[in-house]
């Protein structure tokens, strides 16, 4: 596949998303929020999962605030059995928008496209080849865990983009950026490279390449 899958996430200096509650808690500072809107901005498309849209209700657009003249990319939500709210501010209309169910869900959506793709989970391969051809070539994903998770146990990511802040939320149950069963065993964890590290604002900036 042509396409660019990166993968961005902010975590505290111990590895939280969001409080135990899973809650979101602000955790980029102002210099990580500009370079989220820039990347956004540059990408075709933005996709976050069910779960993310329901704790958290993004626009999933580009600030004006952060990038002069925004170019806003497609919003993809994979929502296998239909509950995006009807008010969620990613049926807006500022954008478009893809609700990404399975084969059994009917809903319709208003102001968005539904697209069916597998029988219970969604199959991302076969969501990724609907993407590229509508002419996505870069792929932002911003959660959620689990999201995260499947992207990059199936290898469909390249890249991991994420901001530790200056913070500890601590907690058991508290979430990390990669959710869901996680690795069984040690040839299943999913190996980075590391590509850059740098200070932003009070926080750090780490890239990673994916390795297959």
Not at 3 to 15: E, L, P, T, W
Not at 60 to 84: A, C, E, F, I, W
Not at 109 to 138: C, H, M, P, S, Y
Request: aromatic letters at 4%.
């Amino acid at each position: 596949m042509t396409i660019r899958v990166i993968v961005n996430c902010a975590m505290s200096a111990d590895g939280k998303i969001a409080l135990r509650t899973r809650k979101q808690t602000k955790i980029s500072n102002e210099d990580d929020r500009k370079r989220v809107h820039e990347l956004r901005s540059r990408c075709d498309a933005i996709l976050v999962g069910i779960e993310t849209v329901l704790a958290d209700d993004p626009k999933l657009t580009v600030n004006p605030k952060y990038v002069k003249r925004p170019r806003q990319p497609l919003r993809v939500v994979l929502d296998s059995r239909g509950r995006t709210p009807k008010h969620a501010q990613v049926l807006s209309g500022e954008a478009t928008t893809i609700i990404v169910t399975n084969t059994r869900c009917e809903r319709v959506f208003k102001n968005a496209e539904t697209l069916r793709l597998g029988e219970n989970d969604i199959d991302l391969r076969l969501l990724l080849r609907q993407l590229e051809k509508r002419g996505v070539r870069t792929l932002l994903v911003e959660g959620g865990s689990r999201v995260i998770w499947s992207f990059l146990e199936s290898r469909l990511a390249d890249e991991v983009n994420i901001f530790i802040g200056s913070m500890v939320i601590g907690g058991d149950k508290s979430p990390t950026p990669a959710g869901g069963p996680g690795a069984p065993d040690e040839k299943s964890i999913v190996g980075l490279k590391l590509k850059s590290v740098r200070a932003l604002g009070n926080g750090v900036f780490v890239t990673y390449e994916v390795l297959r």
